[in-house]
Structure formats: C-alpha cells, structure tokens
C-alpha cells in the first residue's frame, strides 16, 4: 500500500527512499538529466558566463492565495537568476522533510513546482530528501538553487546604477506579503490577497530585448522595494527617489497594512522587480513591460538622482513632503518566503 | 553589543540580516563574488560542460569527531561533483536556523566551511539565511549546491560499468555513520569514532590523470557501500562481486556495529569512492590513490562480474560462503549527514 505520510525510512537512502523518488519526483520533474541519477547533473551550456544562486523557502503556512512553498521555491531562483539578464537553464531541489508530513501535501507541493518550472520553461535537474523526526522541522522546507547563461556583452548589477536612470517596477507591490499574512488562520482574516509570486524571465527576457541600457533588475523580495532600494542605492553610491503616487498598491494590501501597522514598501513581494534604465529608453521599456502578463501594470516610479557619498532613497509622498525611506528597522514578518 | 544568538530578525532581509551577512558569512567566506552581493553570483567558466548538484544537511549532533555539519556541506556538494569527473568551481550555502541558536555555535560551522573549502580549492559564492521560530527547526540545516566543468571527452556515470572493471575503494568503509552514532551523548559511548569526511576533488584529479579508462566513480554516502553498489549495479546492468576480506573496516567501527546490530556495509561514508576502473589499469590506479592523503589506505574490493538483466551484488564472506548484498531494507539511521 503507499504510504501515506512521510517516514524518517524515506530519508535514510535506501529503498523507501528510491521509490519516492520514483513515485514522486521522477513522476513530476520527469527529464532525461534528472532521470540519469548520478550523483550530479551532466549539463551542456551555450555559454560560459553563468549566474548561479540559491535560497531557502520556510514560509508559514505552506499554501496561501495565489502559490504555495513549491510555486515560491521555483520563481524565487529563476527571478534571481533573471535579475542577472541569465537564462535560467536548470533548477535543484533540496527538501527537508518533518516525518508524519501527509504525501498528499508534499505531491501538492512538488505538483506545483513543476507547473510552474514548465511555464517558465525550467527543468529540475537534480534533487535531495532529509527526513528529520517529528517536532524537529515545520512540514517541509525546500532549498532551489539555479544554474543560468548570461548573454555576452550584458553587464546588469546592483553596482551599475546612474544619475539619470528611470525606476520601473512591474506591478503593484506587496502582494506577496499581505497574501501570506491574510492566509495565516490565527490572524483571523476572511478575505485573502492573492501573492504576486511568478516567475518573471519571459518578461525579463523581452525586457532586454528591446534595449540594452538596462543596468540593474532586482527582485523586490525580503524587506520590500524599500529595502531593495537602499542595496542599490548603496552598492552604485547613488541618491533615489521615488514618487508615493506612482507606487502601485493594491487596496487591499493597503488595507492589510492599516489594520496590522504595516508599511507596503517593506512587505515581500515574489513577482516583482525594479529595473533601473537609462532615461532614454524608459517609455519604450515600459511599452514592451505591458505586453507581458506580468508587467500589464508596470509603473515608472522614480530616478537616481546623483551620486552620493552618503546613498538614500527619498520618497516623495503624496502630501507633497518628503521622507527618507530607510532599510527596514522594527520587527520583521517571519516565514514569509 | 554583539548579538549572542540567533534572533528572528536576522532572517528578516533588513539591517540585521546585512549585520549577519558582514560580520560572519562574508568575514569568513570573503571573495570577489560573494562580494558583489547580487541576486546571483556571476562565474565565467573554463568548459561549457558542467556538473550541477545540491544536498541538504541535517546531521545530529552538529559536531563530532572529525568533522561538523559545516565542513559536511562542503565535502558532501565537492565529493558528488568530483564523482563525476568535475572540477568544483563554486558553491553556494543556504542556512536554515533556528531562533536561539548560539552565534558561536554558526560560527564554528561557519569557520569549518570556509577552512574545507580553502582545502579543496573552492569558493562559496552565495548563500541566503533564513531563521525560523525557537522549536520549528533544530539547531542549524544546511544546503549546499555546487558547479563543476566536466574536461572534454570525460564520460563517466553510474550506467557505464563494464564485465572486468575493477572496484576500488579508497578507504576504510562506516567511519563517518560510526562517528556520528558515537557522538550522540544518548547512547553513552565512552569511545568515539573519527568521521572519514574530507574533500576528495584532489584526490579524484589525480585518479583521472594516470588513466582514462575510469567508468563509474561514486560517493558511498546515505546508504554506504552495500546501496551504491547496488545502484551502480543497476544502472549498468550487471552484477558486481565484492570479498569481504578486502574491505576494510576499522576494528573500532566494527566495534559499534556488533553492539548496534548494524552493518558496515550499510554505514554511510563522506569521503569514500567506490571507482570502477577497467582491470587493465586498476593497479597503476591503485598506486596513484595510495600517493594522496585520502587514498592511502585504498583497496582493490571486487569486480564487475558480468551484465546481468536481474542485477546483484554478492559478497563474497571471509568464512567462503557468500551472500547477496541488498539495498538497504529495515531501520534507517536518521540525521547521519
């Protein structure tokens, strides 16, 4: 009979654990790298100059409007990869297990990793599974690492920021994290806002299509567009600012906030980036961002305004004052990616 | 003051997480790459030819004789790299911890991954922290992935064992689950066991300069000697014939086993190969291992008997009976590695 929930004997690399990985894994993430189960994936690269990253997924609770940790796992390193201006090429999959996580759960979640690796047209090409016992881990937590090509003559980094360059983000911000506040039952929410979690590198890759002053993507993850913002600012030794009324958020997010005195600007968000391109090229940029599913909302938000011993990012609010927009400080949202 | 534990804020991505990544991981770690602090970290290979593999570590107790959690995550991601001919050429590190966790606890496993990595040649070219609530995880997990570039014409893969290869090993075999048993205080042992665990990529470089002709090389980790035997086996199609008597055991892993009713053969290892070599070159192969720090004590244990369409591994006992070796059926250990 198959097992209904998980065994510390499917950790221990012996039977148990081939045959989840057969009944699981392979039945899924089924390809010909993953399938030849050596003790690393043989790939070939049409070039030599790669982005490679990793992260780890521990949100809390493991579905919520919009995604789930198996979504998260998959967009998280192929956004961080298409950052760089990479074509992901290939994704690994680490799981830490809790015994006693039902299967039922853990296909779910390896349903939808692969869902969403086909969308953005990624395999998993190499995998792992720890079983640890029962109250020594929280269901299941799931490390990705990405391996992508960069294409010659494309030099995108934090560092690359100048006076002059437009700000765009994709879509409203802090989805993603009013969506994991909203389904956590204990908070008492009944309508729930659905993540932004998606994987962004068909955007990514029209983006630089059509121009190639584009000198820094960053995902607006952990900490929010505020935090990803003074990283820039910091790293390219620059001033930003950035206009409150062009931000897009959501009411409902708003909403979230209020309630829970919470700022947009720091909350989570998996399916956004800020792109900082030169002033030129920015309306045409912004056209291009609206055709894709992902960029229908892209919003030009703000500028670098000058170098800067002393990097900040000012937003310019909508009262017409203005404040500095710090890294976050104050208590985090834990488990949130 | 310094923060003496691990605290929720340290995973939040705002200034306590930067505080975490400046004074530990990069202090340690520092190189050019990590220090870009991208989404992802931007490597130009020598090959276009890469292997790609990842591996969670959830080893208890973090520390034993030997080794630790930290100097694992390194071997274990060089060692599969290794296994299949590939030079490592980074790797990346992905924390889970848990709040309260000691700072000099992540500091010496920190210390461990940065010193094995010097020893093998390897940078540590990204990482994500994430810290997840006091009593959801235990201690500290730890991810590694890693890239290496395959030199061209190599071929080597759990599928290419031939009738007549030759089986080396390149040490003693269960040193590693013997001292990972020994060091859990539950169990009272006054004795402790030495881990085997090491970075082999030196060791594996040297084995592929004497001879082209090696087939299969694999990592005999979860699972020991006896499972990947068998997997091989599989793969490839044949049986496999092993003699007892030529694999060494050390008297005092014997010793645990007799005590635990548990097998050597079964015990998982982090720094022993199992290579395959055509019998044409095995001692010239075997002279070249005895020359490197980790192959001093290698041994010739057995040969590829003939293809097979049901395939075995059969131990030949020192008492000249013999007996099939099995993957591995009943209790697991969990938390070796």
């Given amino acids: 009979m198959k097992q209904l929930a998980v065994t510390l004997n499917h950790g221990s690399g012996g039977?148990?654990?081939?045959?989840?990985?057969?009944?699981?894994?392979?039945?899924?993430?089924?390809?010909?790298?993953?399938?030849?189960?050596?003790?690393?994936?043989?790939?070939?690269?049409?070039?030599?100059?790669i982005a490679f990253t990793t992260d780890s997924f521990v949100v809390r609770p493991l579905f919520f409007e919009g995604g789930d940790i198996g979504k998260l796992a998959v967009c998280g390193t192929i956004n961080d990869?298409?950052?760089?201006?990479?074509?992901?090429?290939?994704?690994?999959?680490?799981?830490?297990?809790?015994?006693?996580?039902?299967?039922?759960?853990?296909?779910?979640?390896?349903?939808?990793?692969?869902?969403?690796?086909?969308?953005?047209?990624?395999?998993?090409?190499?995998?792992?599974?720890?079983?640890?016992?029962?109250?020594?881990?929280?269901?299941?937590?799931?490390t990705t690492s990405g391996i992508g090509v960069i294409p010659d003559g494309l030099n995108i980094g934090g560092a690359m920021a100048r006076p002059g360059d437009v700000i765009i983000v994709n879509g409203p911000i802090g989805c993603h994290g009013a969506a994991v506040i909203t389904a956590r039952e204990e908070l008492g929410f009944k309508t729930r806002v659905r993540s932004d979690v998606a994987p962004l590198n068909k955007l990514i890759e029209n983006m630089l299509r059509v121009t190639d002053k584009i000198h820094v993507m960053r995902d607006a993850t952990r900490g929010g567009l505020a935090t990803v913002l003074n990283e820039i600012a910091l790293q390219s030794r620059v001033d930003i600012e950035v206009h409150e009324r062009q931000i897009p958020i959501e009411d409902s997010v708003r909403g979230v906030c209020e309630l829970l005195g919470l700022d947009p600007f720091y909350l989570a968000n998996e399916g956004r980036i800020a792109a900082f391109v030169h002033e030129s090229e920015a309306n045409q940029l912004l056209?291009?961002?609206?055709?894709?599913?992902?960029?229908?909302?892209?919003?030009?938000?703000?500028?670098?305004?000058?170098?800067?011993?002393k990097p900040m990012v000012i937003l310019k609010t909508a009262?017409?004052?203005?404040?500095?927009?710090?890294i976050l400080a104050g208590e985090p949202l834990p488990r949130i990616c």
Same sequence: chains 1, 2.
């Fill in 81 to 142: 990869l298409a950052a760089m201006g990479a074509k992901p090429v290939g994704i690994t999959a680490a799981f830490i297990l809790e015994e006693g996580l039902e299967m039922a759960i853990l296909e779910n979640v390896v349903r939808s990793m692969k869902e969403t690796a086909d969308q953005a047209g990624v395999s998993i090409v190499a995998g792992d599974t720890k079983v640890v016992e029962r109250g020594n881990a929280d269901g299941v937590f799931i």
């Fill in 15 to 49: 039977g148990m654990s081939r045959e989840l990985i057969d009944t699981l894994f392979k039945k899924y993430f089924n390809n010909p790298v993953l399938n030849e189960m050596n003790d690393a994936a043989v790939l070939e690269l049409s070039s030599k100059k």
């Fill in 287 to 309: 056209e291009e961002m609206k055709n894709n599913e992902y960029g229908k909302e892209a919003q030009i938000i703000g500028r670098v305004v000058d170098n800067s011993s």
């Fill in 319 to 326: 009262g017409r004052g203005s404040r500095v927009l710090d």
